[in-house]
């Protein structure tokens, strides 16, 4: 992972839904 994975893995773990966030993610793609 490059920085911005980095980040992007910060802010999942700090999200209050995190499930929510990586189904958003994904979803994005």
Same mark, same amino acid.
């Given at each position: 992972l490059?920085?911005?994975? +980095? &980040? &992007?893995a /910060?802010?999942? #773990?700090? #999200?209050d839904d995190?499930e #929510? +966030? &990586?189904?958003d993610l +994904? /979803?994005? &793609?």
């Amino acid at each position: 992972l490059g920085a911005s994975g +980095v &980040l &992007l893995a /910060s802010g999942v #773990a700090k #999200a209050d839904d995190p499930e #929510a +966030v &990586l189904e958003d993610l +994904v /979803s994005g &793609l």
